[in-house]
């Protein structure tokens, strides 16, 4: 099972990060990870950088991605983004602010896309 969550996480950051890439985004690092958990995708555009949690679903039937992302999980993304502002001083001199943002995707049964939304400054 574990194996199979990774292998979706993983699609989920590949569209993830096109799609962003689409939209201007600079990608920095995917799979930022420490003892204390891990980000998925970190991101820039307009002197912004951001902090993505991606969440991939097939289907709707049993909840959607957004509601992957509660409470909790938005504060450890909070507390990773603190450590990766900690460890790399220099990243926080280039820009005017950071976000916490999300990318959520649902798959048809055939694993096309069937809806991308992107969440602006969900945290901090």
Avoid: W
């Avoid at 993983?10 to 985004?25: P, S």
């Avoid at 976000?99 to 055939?110: F, K, N, P, Q, R």
């Amino acid at each position: 099972m574990k194996k199979f969550n990774r292998e979706v996480g993983k699609k989920g950051e590949e569209i993830a990060a096109k799609y962003l890439q689409g939209k201007g985004y600079k990608i920095h690092e995917r799979n930022y990870s420490t003892k204390f958990g891990e980000i998925d995708l970190i991101v820039s555009k307009n002197n912004i950088l951001s902090f993505v949690e991606v969440k991939l679903k097939k289907g709707e039937d049993f909840g959607t991605p957004e509601e992957m992302i509660g409470k909790n999980k938005r504060a450890q993304v909070e507390r990773m983004a603190n450590l990766y502002l900690t460890a790399k001083p220099g990243i926080s001199e280039e820009y005017n602010s950071f976000l916490i943002d999300a990318v959520c995707i649902v798959l048809d049964e055939d694993n096309s896309i069937r809806r991308i939304s992107y969440y602006e400054n969900i945290g901090f």
